[in-house]
């Protein structure tokens, strides 16, 4: 996969030489490139933004050097073009006010051969960037990746980079490690808590099931442990859960945490 990242702080994205995005490098899965959006400026301070129109508090990033540098990575040879190139990659902004990324966003875009991401900062970047680029058949993306603001997307990138890239094929070392974690596949649940050795730490002990050698009952439990974690910290994904997918131990379960699971979503009695 070959990732372009815009920034004005490029040098932010040193991190992603280390770890296993580094070596994911290395390997050639991943291809990462950081560019400097001053490049693209003209003038002699190199300004990127201007002030926003009809008044307000700070600064909002200029759509000339913004349409410079993106018609040059995206590959269109001239302004206006009627269509996008083939071959043109997902551009992709983080945005506060956009919808939230998800995991499934992550995992469709780990599908993808080419993403290009521009990292907004001061107000944000200039609305009609992204319309342009959508009018002339790119796919552009705008994610939120949480309900607070950040001084800039360089984190929300980070983010996002992260949870695409150790999707794909051959970026973990042990694939395995991604099939029961949170948010993943459907009727997605929290994960389970984790342990490890001693099996006593400063007076607290690992529940006794672990440590029982049965695995049929280590399962249940894991999955009894999910569905009570999510139930408390984001019931709105129990009420999401198919109850024709569950089974007679998981209907139990959720009924012993006061939820209803005779239609086709379970149904909190309290509500």
């Excluded at 506060?96 to 990324?101: I, N």
């Excluded at 966003?105 to 521009?118: K, V, Y």
């Excluded at 980079?161 to 490690?177: H, K, Q, V, W």
Aim: glycine share 8%; net charge negative; hydrophobic share 40%.
């Amino acid at each position: 996969m070959k990732i372009d990242i815009v920034s004005v702080f490029p040098e932010y994205f040193e991190v992603m030489n280390l770890s296993l995005m580094g070596k994911a490098q290395a390997k050639g899965l991943l291809e990462i490139k950081a560019h400097n959006l001053r490049d693209w400026t003209h003038d002699v301070h190199h300004s990127v933004d201007d002030t926003p129109v009809g008044g307000g508090a700070g600064m909002v990033m200029k759509p000339e050097v913004w349409s410079e540098c993106l018609d040059e990575l995206l590959g269109f040879s001239r302004p206006f073009e009627s269509s996008a190139p083939s071959g043109t990659p997902v551009l992709i902004f983080p945005n506060p006010s956009a919808p939230l990324f998800t995991q499934r966003d992550a995992t469709e875009l780990s599908h993808a051969d080419h993403l290009l991401f521009g990292c907004g900062r001061y107000e944000g970047y200039d609305a009609r960037i992204p319309d342009y680029y959508r009018s002339q058949g790119v796919d552009v993306r705008e994610y939120s990746i949480g309900d607070y603001v950040l001084n800039g997307g360089e984190v929300a990138v980070s983010v996002m980079l992260e949870a695409i890239t150790r999707l794909m094929p051959g970026f973990m070392g042990n694939p395995d490690s991604i099939v029961e974690e949170s948010y993943t596949g459907e009727g997605a649940l929290l994960e389970h808590r984790q342990y490890t050795k001693p099996a006593v730490w400063r007076g607290i002990a690992v529940p006794d099931v672990l440590l029982s050698g049965d695995h049929g009952k280590v399962d249940r439990f894991r999955r009894d442990e999910a569905l009570a974690r999510t139930a408390e910290i984001r019931p709105d994904l129990i009420a999401a859960l198919d109850c024709k997918a569950l089974d007679k131990a998981d209907r139990k379960t959720l009924t012993a945490l006061g939820w209803e699971v005779s239609a086709a979503h379970p149904r909190r009695l309290a509500d």
